[in-house]
């Protein structure tokens, strides 16, 4: 019963930690994009359309697939500088 209960726990808490993950990660999309916006206007759109989508994800409560999108779009802006 104990292990039933842990797993629930860790659960929960791993899906908070995603939630809070969500925002860190698009607030760091929109600095990088203020400050150092890639230069080629197909990466920029890429950038913009995943940003996009990870909000719209993490607010319906898909917070696994926000953080992939987001991650995507950090990725594609580290390697357009």
Request: proline share 4%; charged share 20%.
């Amino acid at each position: 019963m104990r292990r039933i209960a842990a797993f629930f726990a860790t659960a929960l808490l791993s899906t908070s930690l995603w939630a809070m993950h969500c925002p860190a990660d698009m607030a760091k999309i929109d600095e990088m994009l203020k400050t150092n916006p890639p230069s080629d206007a197909t990466v920029l759109a890429q950038v913009q359309q995943l940003r996009s989508e990870g909000e719209a994800l993490h607010k319906a409560g898909n917070h696994s697939e926000s953080v992939k999108a987001l991650g995507e779009a950090l990725q594609l802006l580290n390697a357009s500088e």
